[in-house]
């Protein structure tokens, strides 16, 4: 296993539409493991493949207190989506940001899991959220596509004054207020 280095809005990278796993193996495996292992030490509540600049359909979310429910899904769909809901989101590839935003609040999903194995289950709430933010990483879709374009010209303002000054950015944990997505 390995932890992986996480891309960075406006990083180009993050905007490659992912491309769906034809076979589950020992590779897709192993990327799995690994996806795991960057988002337990981000650390995040959900990381897409497209994330570390793979760009295959896989993602990983653990939306648990404890940090204890590994959920890994690969070739995401969703089937059906009711409700609504707001939520404060962040991500990792665009650190230090949260904003607000609707999505739907219930969803229904089909995916193979590690072993291949085609499961469909429903999901609400965070796991929910988790579920779209990623499925969005991996049709090269952030969260802060969402915002307004103010919003998001302030935004890319602030981080191209921020890597200036700064240089690469250094996560501090520390200053994470909400679950990272
Ligand atoms: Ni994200």
Do not use: W
């Amino acid at each position: 296993m390995a932890r992986l280095p996480i891309l960075e809005y406006p990083d180009p990278r993050l905007r490659i539409r992912a491309t769906p796993v034809e076979s589950v193996d020992d590779e897709i495996r192993a990327l799995v493991a690994d996806l795991f292992e960057t988002m337990y030490a981000a650390p995040g509540i959900g990381l897409a493949a497209t994330q570390v600049n793979v760009h295959k359909r896989v993602l990983v979310t653990d939306v648990s207190e404890e940090r204890n429910e590994p959920c890994c899904l690969i070739n995401p769909e969703i089937l059906h989506k009711e409700g609504e809901i707001s939520y404060e989101e962040g991500c990792l590839s665009v650190p230090d940001v949260f904003e607000p935003v609707t999505r739907a609040e219930k969803i229904r999903v089909r995916c193979l899991d590690e072993q291949g194995e085609v499961r469909e289950f429903e999901a609400e709430g965070l796991l929910a959220i988790c579920i779209q933010h990623e499925s969005d990483h991996l049709d090269g879709k952030l969260f802060v596509d969402y915002l307004s374009t103010l919003k998001r010209d302030r935004l890319k303002k602030k981080i191209a004054k921020k890597a200036k000054r700064d240089g690469p950015a250094e996560r501090d944990a520390s200053r994470i207020s909400a679950p990272v997505i």
